[in-house]
């Protein structure tokens, strides 16, 4: 950090997090209802090490973990947030910190540093641990010989996805809750550095970029109405990502992860009462979920939502990414007849990069990379401060 700003780290308990898989009797407390979960927990497809494999219910570090605050310095509360969401498959906040602190410092916010769950500091250690995940990858590549970019980086998330799919749901629904619980306990006047009357915007790159709209979009209570939601390497619809990376997943586990969200998810629907109850009874935020899945199928609902919402999201694209490309996210964000009055600032940089890393400094500062980072950051600085 610099003298203009300064780092805090605050503590959080997730109080959502009866709602992951594991359990057998659910209760869904807006509904006041008992669930009962009769798919069994254990699929052997895609299991290699139970110690990955684990009841996401019992991992303690997706219930009880740290999260990262860059505010102004000498600061005492404020009353501008902005939270940053950041991507797929992530395990430390390094590349985001110079993010937070140029939005910090561009627009006078605390910025939020919130993990998703089982990503960051929400997931066991041993899923970063390089040995223990190469040997497991090795093994993964002998099960699965035609595994296509299995690496030590992506074999923990790609296993237990491809052996729960609907894990992507679970994590996604409970970081949802999680976010709504934060905002009430600051409105409640429970945090040390945030102001009761708080006003709060979105910064939200790749996969978090979902969270950011179904967020947005839902409008919990109103809390969200003046949220302006800022996307950067995001806003495609899932079927419209192409994910397989040896930083991001396994083919194997996208194949999973696609056959059950997007080709067979009706069905799955229809298996799943509990799916079945958080995506289409009466919970806004899991039909807002399913709206983000498939590009053709509830085009109209997402549309609208898109159209209600057009003066308050920006997304800015890079043309070199093919992970989520340009024109993916303009197809959604603009609608199937480009109706949608969403700006998209597609830009390219001069030199090599990916999705998964826009700037990559390889310890050696360039001009070159501070401007191109200088661009897209006074932009999204001009976006939340007009």
Request: charged residues 25%.
């Amino acid at each position: 950090m610099n003298n203009r700003t300064e780092l805090k780290e605050c503590e959080f308990e997730s109080l959502s997090y009866k709602i992951l898989p594991g359990v057998i009797d659910y209760h869904c407390v807006s509904h006041h209802m008992d669930l009962k979960h009769e798919s069994p927990f254990y699929t052997e497809v895609g299991t290699i090490n139970h110690n990955v494999h684990v009841k996401d219910i019992s991992i303690e570090e997706n219930r009880f973990f740290k999260y990262h605050i860059i505010k102004p310095a000498g600061v005492e509360s404020t009353k501008k947030v902005v939270f940053l969401f950041h991507g797929f498959n992530e395990k430390d906040w390094d590349k985001y910190l110079p993010w937070a602190e140029s939005i910090c410092e561009g627009t006078g916010s605390s910025v939020i540093l919130f993990p998703i769950a089982f990503h960051m500091q929400r997931a066991p250690k041993h899923w970063s641990n390089k040995r223990g995940m190469y040997k497991l990858s090795e093994e993964r590549k002998k099960r699965y010989p035609n595994v296509v970019n299995s690496t030590l980086s992506n074999v923990a998330i790609s296993m237990r996805l491809h052996s729960m799919p609907q894990r992507f749901i679970w994590s996604g629904l409970q970081t949802y809750y999680d976010i709504i619980q934060f905002v009430e306990e600051c409105k409640e006047g429970k945090h040390d550095f945030i102001s009761k009357d708080f006003e709060f915007d979105i910064f939200a790159y790749s996969i978090g970029g979902f969270l950011a709209q179904i967020l947005k979009f839902s409008n919990y209570k109103n809390y969200f109405s003046n949220t302006k939601v800022c996307l950067f390497c995001s806003g495609a619809t899932f079927n419209r990502l192409s994910p397989v990376s040896k930083f991001i997943l396994d083919s194997e586990a996208n194949v999973a992860l696609y056959s059950f969200l997007v080709e067979h998810f009706e069905k799955m629907l229809q298996k799943d009462n509990l799916l079945h109850h958080y995506i289409e009874e009466d919970h806004l935020e899991g039909k807002i979920f399913y709206a983000m899945l498939d590009y053709q199928k509830m085009r109209c609902f997402r549309e609208e939502l898109f159209k209600k919402y057009e003066d308050q999201i920006y997304a800015i694209t890079l043309k070199k990414d093919v992970v989520i490309p340009s024109y993916e996210v303009m197809n959604t964000l603009k609608g199937a007849y480009h109706d949608i009055d969403i700006k998209v600032d597609e830009l390219d940089f001069d030199r090599e990069y990916t999705h998964e890393n826009p700037f990559p400094s390889n310890g050696k500062p360039s001009q070159e990379l501070t401007n191109d980072f200088d661009t897209v950051f006074n932009k999204v600085c001009y976006f939340f401060n007009h």
